[in-house]
T-cell receptor
Framework: SQQGEEDPQALSIQEGENATMNCSYK?????LQWYRQNSGRGLVHLIL?????REKHSGRLRVTLDTSKKSSSLLITASRAADTASYFC?????????????FGKGTTLSVSS | NAGVTQTPKFQVLKTGQSMTLQCAQD?????MSWYRQDPGMGLRLIHY???????DQGEVPNGYNVSRSTTEDFPLRLLSAAPSQTSVYFC????????????FGDGTRLSIL
């Protein structure tokens, strides 16, 4: 079962606009991660936010975390065509077998010039 | 450093054939995992390993087998390929835990006829 779910599934914007993606998860977490996947490539880690952090920045990326609502958002400011990709959130889930990283279904971002 | 290397990049199999997808990392990472990615399904965890000699099942382990005889290698075996196993397979690794940033390979695109 999915631990994280992104919203919206798809987002189309113009260059220069901001893009916001949301993620909801189900269980308590130590941290939440965001990844980017360009077409035909593997996932690339973007940013990790710990459960005791509320906001984190990395270049044009801003991530927020609300553990009371079990949700996170990824904001990409001043989007560029090169930001066109799929974006995934991921959290670690523990069951009887152990702890594994579970991904949501992703948000597909299209930035047009 | 090469990072995470997956071979082959593309493969076509006939139903019932077996094959091994190779994954190797040169970062001395203890944690390795296999995911499959299907349209609309996101990434689903197949198997993972927290170190040499230790493997565990993920969300969709049926039809797949893994072993971890060395730190560097984590091969995924399809025992008797089925059309439902047509997918893109990704291998990932991290230092020693699931909730750390993962390094992904570029995937193996597998078609089962």
């Amino acid at each position: 079962s999915q631990q994280g779910e992104e919203d919206p599934q798809a987002l189309s914007i113009q260059e220069g606009e901001n893009a916001t993606m949301n993620c909801s998860y189900k269980t308590s977490i130590n941290n939440l991660q965001w990844y980017r996947q360009n077409s035909g490539r593997g996932l690339v880690h973007l940013i990790l936010i710990r459960s005791n952090e509320r906001e984190k920045h990395s270049g044009r990326l801003r991530v927020t975390l609300d553990t009371s609502k079990k949700s996170s958002s990824l904001l990409i400011t001043a989007s560029r065509a090169a930001d066109t990709a799929s974006y995934f959130c991921a959290t670690a889930a523990t069951n009887q077998a152990g702890t594994a990283l579970i991904f949501g279904k992703g948000t597909t971002l299209s930035v047009s010039s | 450093n090469a990072g995470v290397t997956q071979t082959p990049k593309f493969q076509v199999l006939k139903t019932g054939q077996s094959m091994t997808l190779q994954c190797a990392q040169d970062m001395n990472h203890e944690y390795m995992s296999w995911y499959r990615q299907d349209p609309g399904m996101g990434l689903r965890l197949i198997h993972y390993s927290v170190g040499a000699g230790i493997t565990d099942q993920g969300e969709v382990p049926n039809g797949y087998n893994v072993s971890r005889s060395t730190t560097e290698d984590f091969p995924l075996r399809l025992l008797s390929a089925a059309p439902s196993q047509t997918s893109v397979y990704f291998c990932a690794s991290s230092w020693d835990r699931a909730d750390q940033p993962q390094h992904f390979g570029d995937g193996t695109r597998l078609s089962i006829l």
